[in-house]
Structure formats: C-alpha cells, structure tokens
C-alpha cells in the first residue's frame, strides 16, 4: 500500500503485488506437461484480481494501477489446462459468506486499519478522515473489490481440485499448512481415455469430470470437476 505523492494523502494505492500475476507466469512457464504432479501454494489477499482486463472498471480512489493485458478467464484456463494442484492461502479477514450488514462492518474495520497506516500520527489520520469522510459507499466499494479477490483466489484453486483457507491470525498458520501437507498425501491418481478423441489444444471444449465411491454415495470427495485438454 502506498500513498500518493506530494502533501495531500488521497489515495489509497492497492495491489502493488503481483499474485495472480505470478500464479500466471508459474502456470504457463514453469508447470510442464511431463507427468509430474505440481503442487501451488498461491497466497494472496486477492488484491490484483480487481485490475485484471476482464473484471469491472477499478479506476477508482482505491485502485490506481494499469489493466493488465490478461484476465482471469485467462488464468483459469491456464490453471484447467495444467495438472498442478493450487493451494490458496488468503492472510485476511473472510469477506465471503457474510450478511450485508456484517461484511459492511468488517470492511469498515479493514479500511480504517489499511488507511490509518498510511499515517505517522493518530492526529495526521484524524485529519485526513475528516476531510475525506468514511462513507458507507466507500466502505462497500471497497469490501466489494477485496471480496471478488477472494472468491477468484478461491476460484482457482477449486478448478484444480485444491481449497482455500484463510489465515487471519499468524498463529494460524502452521495449522493451514498442516491441513495442506496432511490433503497431499491422501490424493489419488486417476486416469481415464476420453471417448470424445478429437485433436487437443485451444479449441477443444471444456471437459466435465464426476467422480464417486462405488456403492458409497454418503462418500465427499473432492477434486476436479473439469479441465481442459494440453495445448
């Protein structure tokens, strides 16, 4: 987070981190078609997610940063076609799955904290809100940025047969990663031939998956539900 130059402090500059940015670079580039298994831990608030080409117009106080040339279609597709398994990790509050009145609160709270950082005195800070007044309207455009971040984190680890969770306290940490390592070494391998066995690569449509324990439906499992062929 970084404020804006000169004297007056107003903006509040979001997503100089590049998350979703890597998670794209590491899927085309690093994740090769060669048999192994990857496994991504992509841990991000989900902050860049609001400045991808495809999402809502984010030139507002609280985004001030270029479009990037790719969206996050882009990045599910990348993530369908691989065969990594993505781990999401979000070190912030859950903003999904909350009443209106209660992610309104909570974004209240992650707003103060965010732009009373950007202060070196209680009375600078004092200043500053008193001259650009805390809104309910600017309190839900900003929940509503951070809480699309963190459904398309979640998002893409789903499409890989992974799971999010959220570290919202340090101490939560070796718990999250606990439950991850203890998730690998339970996954299976399945393979199967397609009967539809047209040529691969970009145009070939998306693949739907549905898999179950014979004579167990009572049975959750999870995984991938769709993927799209190698290129």
């Known amino acids: 987070?970084?404020?804006?130059?000169?004297?007056?402090?107003t903006a509040v500059?979001?997503?100089?981190?590049?998350?979703?940015?890597?998670?794209?670079?590491a899927l085309r580039e690093l994740v090769k078609d060669d048999g192994s298994r990857h496994i991504i831990i992509f841990q991000t608030d989900g902050d860049e997610a609001p400045t991808l080409r495809d999402q809502p117009d984010a030139g507002d106080y609280v985004w001030n940063m270029p479009r990037?040339?790719?969206g996050l279609g882009d990045i599910y597709a990348a993530a369908q076609r691989?065969?990594?398994?993505?781990?999401?990790?979000?070190?912030?509050?859950?903003l999904l799955g909350l009443s209106p009145a209660d992610l309104l609160?909570?974004?209240?709270?992650?707003?103060?904290?965010?732009?009373?950082?950007?202060?070196?005195?209680?009375?600078?800070y004092e200043n500053y809100i008193d001259a650009h007044p805390m809104s309910d309207?600017?309190?839900r455009l900003f929940t509503a940025r951070?809480?699309?971040?963190?459904?398309?984190?979640?998002?893409?680890a789903e499409l890989t047969g992974g799971w999010a969770g959220y570290l919202e306290r340090p101490e939560e940490a070796s718990s999250i990663y606990q439950d991850i390592l203890s998730d690998m070494n339970r996954r299976y391998v399945i393979g199967y031939y397609p009967v539809d066995t047209g040529a691969s690569g970009r145009g070939m449509r998306l693949r739907h998956l549905k898999v179950t324990v014979k004579a167990h439906p009572e049975y959750i499992l999870r995984g991938r539900d769709s993927y799209l062929p190698p290129d």
């Open 1 to 9: 987070m970084t404020a804006g130059g000169g004297g007056s402090r």
């Open 13 to 25: 500059f979001h997503s100089r981190s590049l998350q979703f940015s890597a998670l794209f670079a």
């Open 68 to 70: 990037r040339n790719y």
């Open 82 to 94: 691989s065969n990594a398994m993505i781990y999401t990790i979000i070190p912030s509050e859950r």
């Open 105 to 124: 609160s909570r974004g209240r709270l992650m707003l103060e904290r965010m732009e009373r950082a950007r202060f070196s005195s209680e009375r600078d």
């Open 137 to 139: 309207a600017k309190v």
């Open 146 to 156: 951070f809480a699309s971040g963190q459904d398309a984190a979640r998002r893409v």
